[in-house]
Each structure stands twice: as structure tokens, then as C-alpha cells.
């Protein structure tokens, strides 16, 4: 088992039942999702898309917070779900996961040492008190805090950039292979904000850990991953490298979403307008057969509304769930 | 010369806490003149939407107003009856709050709320009302059939676009919009900035637009001021500031956006901003300054003057 790769995820789909007052039903929020990561060497892969593409959905699934309705997550070539104890042990010491809010994951009531202490006890990662303090001098270190700034005080008195370092700091203890990063910086002010994506590329290079990064910010995900993922209500639309994706992309959607994406320059602003929809798109009004965007779609064909595209290798790393390349 | 519409001077705003008022918005002053769109840019907790709320006169306890002057068309909005005020507001002024979009009540059709809001200000027909209900979904991209709708059948972009209808409901002369953009998806968000540079040209009437996000400011505004711990560091045209930012903080704020069409390496800044109950002396950016004068910018707090046409800045570095 020399080429398994870190993690492969093949046809994931999660449905969870809508209880809506007016409309019972099925959500798909994760639609037959296929991607994998490798093991050789450390990436950072982007998992994009605006809210409802599923792409939490599928972090908290790899993450093993939630069962898959279908399909499976291999980490190193094992099934998440059929791991012995002692595996599933060493995957929630080889996985971590930084969230969006870094208020929300710290206690008020205790000080921020806390967060650093207890997966050391818990993982048993030091055999006396001065190695533990040794591990979190050097993990703070590493994304760029002093001790002294910061050990001793309660989360309130930390600001949000410094609070999602020591999640960055937690996971680094644990020498995790994979850190699973949902929207880490988008509550993190454009100053501090700069520095969490240089910490995330340093665990890369220096450390070698291997992130996935969850995000609606393509300008980030172009600054700190290798590889992404557009998805949109569930599904995957385009995968590859970033600078390809980002710079010239294929599908009609990455295509509008990057042309939205806001450019900071008054002398480059949009030219052309765009018609927001002026009814609500529901669940039921979607194709169920065809693509998920042909509503939206302004290269829409025939074809589109009848047979749904597979994500098809249209060139060299690149996929594509268009029929436009098929 | 366009005619100045609003003019804010030393407008000082606290916030009472036990030990030490919070200086939120401490010795604020700048104007905004007609069918100008003039953004207010800076990082979390820096005052700008205290001073929005100061503006309006809606800041709640324990904040407060502690001296200044908001002259709109020339009268001070500190200084009037709260009987006229609530006539300028929506009026002439309104407000999008933030996160407006969770701002409609649940309970009530798109068309009562857009038509409370109207009828608390102007006498007007039942089916003039609905027609002027149906125009204004429209200018906002939206179908009239949203009017028999609830705040729940809609997205959040959806739910935004009918607040942004009701600030318009009114003919006002001036908008407000604080964080219009946030946490909205990019499309949407787009389809926002664009309806807020539509009111200008629609309405005749200027926006202050309150945001965080400096991509979205130099999509749309005419000015810029850039908001640094309670006071106006920079301010000046849009063009003109993004191109050459002066003030180290406006410099290291622009060049700390992630820009999708290139990479290039990113500086975040170190430390970050003071505890506005004890900010430091002289200039409060100083303790960050890559640029700073020990023994002048932590002694004397330098005043925003202009330093070219129509650029003001706040900094030793340009005296």
C-alpha cells in the first residue's frame, strides 16, 4: 500500500431532512463528492463556494463529526468509519481542525493556557511539566506569539488574530498531518489577517502539514493553497491548481464567481453589470436531472437541463462538470 | 464647488465603562456632499459604526455624544428637537443597519414593513402605496411578487436588497449603509455594490458606505477615509488613495489584501490595535508605525491636514 494517499474521498454524499413547515423533503448537501489529497507531499487545497455548496458539510465529514449518507473518506487507504479504536485515536491526533469563530472555541471562564494543556494530557505528549512547557513555547513560536504575550491571560483579552494563532498553535502540538481550516480568517481584520496565511504556509513548508482549507474568499485561497475546488449546491464544478483555476477558469460559474470577485483598485472596476435573481431559487425549483447551475447559467444548452455533466479530466490536473468540454 | 450635504466637525462619541470612557470616536470631522458615494474604511472595533450611529443620533447607552456638530444641509442634527429629527430620519437620512438582513420582522409580509415605513411619513393611497412598493422591489432587481412575501421566503442577499428598497422608500437625500456587503456571497454581493452606486444616480442622493472590506470600497466610492483606534487617519480621493496610500496605516492596509489576479507575499501588521479606554499618546497608530518618530509621534498627536488637493492626512511624516 505504497500510493494511498492522504485522504481520498469517494462519492461522498450526505442528505439531511429538511423539517420545513411548508415543504418536507430531502437536502442533498453533499452530492457525490470525489477528491483526494496526496501523502507524498504537503498541499493545501482549497475547498470554495458560497454558502449552501456543501463544502462545511463535507469538512465535518471528513472530519468525522457527521456519518456519510453514501460513499466513503479514506485516510491513508483506511475508512474513517471502520477504524479500530487505536486508529481512530491516532486520526484524531493526525487530523485537526481550526474553526472560523477563534472566540468560540475557548472557554471565557478559563485562561487560554488551557487549550494548549489539555491535548497535551490528553495525548500524552509530555512526561513532566517543564516538557509541556518546552512543547507550547515552541508551538507558539512556530505561529508567531511570545509566550508572554499570551499565556496566563483569558481569551477576551487576546484580540481574534492572536486567538486563531493558538488554534493554529493547538494543532501544531499534536503534529498533525492534516489540519482541516474552516474560514480560519474571515473574522480576522485584513491587518492580522496576512500574518494566520503566512503561519498556515510555513506549517506547510518547515513542518510539512497538509491543510484543507475552507473558504469563500477566492483572493485567499489563490494566496495560500496549490490546488481548489469550486463546488456549487453540493457537487464539484472545477478542480485543479489554483493558478490555473483562478487565473483561466473553465466552468460558467467559477467564471461569473471570480468576475464578482471585487478587485481592489478603483481603476478596475467592473464594466459590465450582472441581474441578481429576482425570485427565490428554491430546492424544488432545481433540475434534479440536469446541472445544478443551468438556472443561472448563461452558456446554458439544451443538453444542460436534461443530463447533469460529470466532473470530466478535461487537460492535465483539471476537471470539469461541464458539458461545454465534454 | 459641489454643495456640501453633511458636515461632520470634532464629533467626539464614548462609550461609559466602569474604569475609563472608550474613545470610539474621538475629535471626528470630514463632509460629504451631494450625489457623492464616501466610504468609511478601517478594522474592527476602530469607531466607524459609532460614528455612523453618532451621525444619526441613535447611539444608545452607555455611549454618548460628547461635543462636535453634524450639520446636514446646514442645521445640527445634535442640536434639534428629537420631534424634528424623527422627520429628517428616513426622510431625509436612512440607515442601512447592519446585518440588516436579519433586521425584518418575521411575522410581517415584505409590504406592510416597506409600507409601514413609508406611511409613518407621507399620506398616500392605498394603490399609489402598492405601486410605489412594486417600483422600488424592481430598482432592486427584485419581482414585485416578492411584496406578498415573508422575510423567511427569502435569501439573506434577497432580504438585504428589500432593506436596501426601504432606505430608498423615502426620496432620502442621504444614505447610511453600514457593512451593506457582509457576509454575503461574492454574486450577491456584487449585485449589492452595484444597486448602492444605482442610488446616486437614481435618487440623486449620497451614500455613505461603512465597510471593512477595501476591495469593496474602491469597487464604488468617489472618497475614502480611512478610520484608525477612534480617528480619521487619511481621507481623500479613491483613486488617488489606493494608488498612493501616505498614512503607514492606510499603506499597510491596502498592501495587506490578498489579490486573486496575482500573487504576491503578503505583510501582515504586527501588533494590533490599543485599548481605546487608555490609547496611547501622540499618534495612536504609533506603537505599529514602521515609520515612527520617537520623541514627536508618541508625544504630539498630529492633526489631519491637507497635504495635497484634497488629501488629508494625519501624520508627523507629512509636515
Redesign the interface.
Known amino acids: 500500500m505504497k500510493n494511498e494517499n492522504l485522504i481520498e474521498v469517494n462519492h461522498l454524499t450526505k442528505v439531511f431532512a429538511s423539517r420545513g413547515v411548508m415543504s418536507k423533503g430531502q437536502i442533498k448537501a453533499v452530492d457525490d463528492v470525489s477528491f483526494s489529497m496526496p501523502r507524498e507531499k504537503p498541499t493545501i487545497l482549497t475547498l470554495a463556494g458560497e454558502s449552501g455548496s456543501g463544502k462545511t458539510t463535507t469538512a465535518r465529514l471528513i472530519l468525522g463529526f457527521i456519518k456519510p449518507t453514501s460513499g466513503k473518506i479514506l485516510y491513508q487507504g483506511r475508512n474513517i468509519w471502520k477504524m479500530t479504536k487505536d486508529e481512530w485515536v491516532r486520526y484524531r491526533k493526525e487530523v485537526q481542525a481550526v474553526f472560523q469563530d477563534p472566540y468560540g472555541a475557548f472557554n471565557p471562564l478559563h485562561k487560554v493556557d488551557r487549550v494548549l494543556t489539555i491535548p497535551i494530557r490528553k495525548f500524552k505528549l509530555a512526561n513532566s511539566e517543564e516538557e509541556a512547557a518546552d512543547l507550547i513555547s515552541e508551538a507558539l513560536g512556530v505561529v508567531g506569539l511570545k509566550t508572554d504575550e499570551v499565556l496566563g491571560k483569558y481569551p477576551h483579552q487576546l484580540s481574534g488574530g492572536q486567538r486563531q494563532r493558538i488554534m493554529l498553535a493547538r494543532a501544531f502540538l499534536l503534529k498533525p498531518k492534516l489540519i482541516v481550516a474552516d474560514e480560519p480568517v474571515s473574522m480576522i481584520d485584513a491587518s492580522l489577517r496576512a500574518s494566520i496565511l503566512n503561519v498556515m504556509l510555513d506549517l506547510k513548508s518547515k513542518f510539512s502539514i497538509s491543510f484543507l482549507y475552507i473558504t469563500h474568499d477566492l483572493s485567499t485561497a489563490r494566496y495560500v493553497s496549490d490546488n481548489i475546488i469550486v463546488m456549487y449546491l453540493g457537487s464539484i464544478m472545477e478542480m485543479g491548481p489554483v493558478d490555473k483555476v483562478l487565473v483561466k477558469p473553465l466552468h460558467p460559474y467559477v467564471k461569473l464567481l471570480i468576475d464578482s470577485v471585487p478587485v481592489p483598485d478603483p481603476e478596475r472596476r467592473w464594466k459590465n453589470r450582472i441581474e441578481l435573481p429576482r425570485i427565490e431559487i428554491t430546492s424544488q425549483s432545481l433540475q434534479t436531472r440536469g446541472c445544478k447551475f443551468y438556472p443561472r447559467c448563461s452558456q446554458r444548452m439544451e443538453k444542460c437541463s436534461k443530463e447533469r455533466p460529470d466532473l470530466a479530466n478535461v487537460e492535465e490536473d483539471r476537471w470539469v462538470a461541464c458539458h461545454l468540454y465534454q | 464647488m459641489p454643495d456640501t450635504l453633511l458636515d461632520v466637525r470634532n464629533l467626539i462619541a464614548y462609550y461609559m465603562t466602569p474604569t475609563a470612557p472608550v474613545r470610539a470616536v474621538d475629535n471626528v470631522s470630514f463632509n460629504v456632499t451631494e450625489k457623492e458615494i464616501l466610504g468609511i474604511a478601517g ?2 472595533g476602530c469607531g466607524k459604526s459609532t460614528l455612523a450611529y453618532s451621525v444619526l443620533r441613535l447611539l444608545k447607552p452607555p455611549g454618548y455624544i460628547r461635543g462636535g456638530e453634524v450639520l446636514f444641509k446646514g442645521s445640527d442634527l445634535l442640536k434639534i428637537e428629537e420631534e424634528e429629527l424623527r422627520r429628517i430620519r428616513w426622510k431625509h437620512i436612512s440607515y442601512i443597519p447592519q446585518s440588516s438582513m436579519n433586521a425584518l420582522n418575521p411575522v410581517m409580509r415584505i409590504e406592510e414593513q416597506i409600507g409601514d415605513a413609508v406611511r409613518n411619513h407621507e399620506k398616500i393611497s392605498k394603490g399609489e402605496l402598492r405601486k410605489r412598493i412594486e417600483d422600488l422591489l424592481v430598482s432592486v ?3 414585485p ?2 411584496a406578498h412575501m415573508y422575510p423567511h ?6 432580504r438585504q ?1 428589500v432593506v436596501i428598497a426601504m432606505a430608498m422608500a423615502l426620496n432620502p437625500e442621504l444614505i447610511i449603509a453600514d457593512e451593506p456587503t457582509t457576509a454575503l ?7 449589492i ?2 444597486l448602492l452606486r444605482d442610488i446616486r444616480s437614481k435618487l440623486k442622493a449620497s451614500v455613505i458606505m461603512i465597510t ?5 470600497q ?4 468617489d472618497r475614502l477615509a480611512i478610520m484608525y483606534a477612534g480617528k480619521i487617519v487619511e481621507i481623500g480621493d ?2 488617488d488613495l ?2 498612493d496610500p501616505l498614512h503607514p496605516y492606510s499603506r ?3 498592501s ?6 496575482e ?1 504576491k507575499k ?4 504586527p501588533g ?2 490599543p485599548d481605546l479606554r487608555s490609547p496611547p499618546p501622540g499618534c495612536r497608530f504609533y506603537p505599529r508605525c514602521p515609520h515612527r518618530i520617537p520623541g514627536k509621534c508618541n508625544v504630539d498627536e498630529p492633526r489631519l491636514i491637507e497635504v495635497k488637493n484634497g488629501r488629508l492626512v494625519a501624520c508627523h511624516l507629512y509636515r
Open positions: 478594522e474592527s432587481g427584485l419581482s411578487s416578492v421566503e427569502l435569501s439573506g442577499g434577497m436588497r456571497d461574492v454574486v450577491v454581493q456584487r449585485g455594490l452595484q471593512h472590506d477595501m476591495a469593496a474602491a469597487q464604488i466610492v479613491a483613486n489606493f494608488n499597510a492596509l491596502i495587506a489584501i490578498p489579490s486573486i489576479s500573487k503578503l505583510k501582515g501588521v494590533f490595535p
